[in-house]
């Protein structure tokens, strides 16, 4: 080593370990003494990044999908839940063939209705016209808030209860518009939410065209209200991988993400995955097709949200991913974990998602802190946060309570939310310069004040963080 290396390399490693010791002090010191309204009213305010993993009709609190859906009925859409059994179909019902017959509180539209026999329309009511003890009954069926609903109730009773209103693309809009207000609130400013053009109805029934649903959402996302948050969104169209004609529908989600590219950044694959049907090579071959025909178009899959050891983590890399959705079982898979590690891969992680859905029983088996500090690209997300009443802020809190975040791993986990968005290179740096920015100013201004920087800070809290935490702000 030169004379002067000598010298200053020790010098060097000095002046960043005092820094990144000074930089985390006032954090931890924080931390060892916020109160959790504190600590929750801090992170409301902290400066966010994006959520990478969102299912839009996922990402609804039960109660915006009901002013949704009363809201289009001035478009002529009228919508009927399910609110007693009178065992109309007494034998032979098929409880397992989609759409239960003793399922409550599932929706149907005015053409499914006006189908039924009397004795079927006798248990129906327009959602109008619930009574209050319904209308909790239905706000609730939607909700992952009781002990014994988990995995079974979200996948196979919530999805087909509020199946038909996801056709309806003034809801979708609506959504939308909801989520970007909310997330605008606790300072997220990129939404890559899960979101399709095609299987739209018309009031009528008749099928709406995919260029008709994109324009209804491009109205949206240009709406003075959608500007008003400063969120940037893009969409993803998902693949339910499982079902029997699961290529075909690949083949039609790539023309659809290609031809509204304006819109569509990626594609993704979804869908419980103990169901081994969509096991994740028997997407090769399509995949290899598909990409002899369309320029590239991004893929995040979910993968590794399972129970066994297993590797479809490494073969959903294959299948040409470069993120992969919740990961947790990559912990079983060392050569994988290896090969991840200061890569170009990504994990997004559903704190929430993954534990009321049972994927671990309790944050000490959660491989998340593992990923985190040993170089595994990783950011926080949100997943079906309407299910879980929850929002992005929740996902931070659990975070730090679980895991201790230093201020650093906060700042690369924000940045690593939009680094590795599938956003246009113009606009994600745009974004991450913007984030660096807000993220300077906001660490300045709490040292300098405390919390008293963030009187203005009106944090919302939802169903999860209350009961979980004990933080419940009205
Ligand atoms: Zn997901």
């Not at 470069?322 to 991840?340: K, W, Y």
């Not at 990923?371 to 009443?389: E, F, H, N």
């Not at 659990?398 to 924000?414: M, P």
Request: some cysteine; glycine content about 6%; charged content about 25%.
């Amino acid at each position: 080593m030169k004379p002067l290396l000598r010298i200053l390399v020790p010098l060097c490693a000095l002046c960043i370990t005092l820094r990144a010791e000074a930089l985390e002090k006032w954090f931890e010191d924080f931390k060892a003494t916020a109160t959790p309204q504190q600590l929750y009213t801090f992170l409301y305010a902290l400066p966010k990044g994006g959520d990478l993993h969102n299912h839009l009709t996922g990402a609804v609190r039960s109660e915006w999908y009901w002013d949704a859906a009363i809201a289009s009925s001035q478009r002529g859409y009228i919508y009927y839940t399910k609110v007693k059994i009178a065992n109309c179909v007494p034998f032979g019902s098929n409880e397992y063939g989609g759409a239960g017959y003793l399922l409550l509180f599932r929706i149907i539209s005015q053409q499914q209705y006006a189908a039924l026999d009397t004795c079927q329309k006798g248990e129906y009511k327009r959602l109008q016209d619930l009574d209050a003890k319904e209308k909790a009954g239905f706000l609730e069926s939607m909700r992952l808030d009781e002990s014994w609903e988990g995995r079974d109730e979200f996948f196979q009773a919530i999805w087909i209860r509020i199946n038909e209103m996801l056709r309806n693309p003034y809801i979708i809009a609506e959504i939308l518009l909801k989520n970007m207000e909310a997330f605008g609130a606790e300072g997220m400013v990129y939404l890559e939410t899960q979101q399709g053009v095609d299987g739209g109805v018309k009031a009528d029934g008749t099928p709406l065209s995919t260029d008709e649903f994109a324009d209804i959402l491009r109205a949206a996302l240009a709406s003075p209200r959608a500007r008003a948050t400063g969120v940037t969104v893009r969409f993803q169209n998902a693949l339910l991988r499982f079902t029997p004609v699961a290529e075909d529908r690949l083949r039609e989600l790539y023309a659809v993400t290609d031809r509204y590219r304006d819109l569509f950044v990626g594609v993704n694959m979804v869908g419980r995955e103990d169901n081994d049907k969509g096991y994740p090579l028997r997407f090769l071959p399509v995949l290899r097709e598909l990409r002899h025909q369309y320029p590239e178009i991004n893929l995040s899959i979910h993968a590794g949200e399972v129970d066994e050891p297993n590797e479809h983590i490494k073969d959903t890399l294959l299948l040409g991913a470069t993120r992969i959705g919740h990961g947790v079982n990559l912990i079983t898979q060392p050569d994988t974990m290896l090969m991840m590690r200061n890569g170009p891969y990504m994990v997004e992680i559903n704190l929430i998602s993954n534990l009321l859905l049972e994927y671990v029983q309790s944050y000490k088996q959660h491989p998340f802190p593992e990923y985190l500090r040993t170089g595994i690209p990783v950011a926080l997300s949100t997943d079906d946060r309407g299910m879980w009443d929850s929002d992005l802020t929740d996902e931070f809190y659990v975070a730090v309570k679980e895991f201790n975040l230093s201020w650093d791993e906060i700042l690369l986990l924000g940045r690593n939310s939009l680094q590795y968005s599938f956003l246009d290179t113009d606009t994600k740096q745009k974004l991450l310069a913007d984030y660096d920015r807000r993220m300077a100013a906001f660490a300045a201004a709490f040292r300098k004040q405390g919390l008293a920087a963030f009187a203005a800070t009106r944090p919302v809290t939802y169903g999860f963080i209350c009961k979980h935490y004990k933080v419940c702000f009205p």
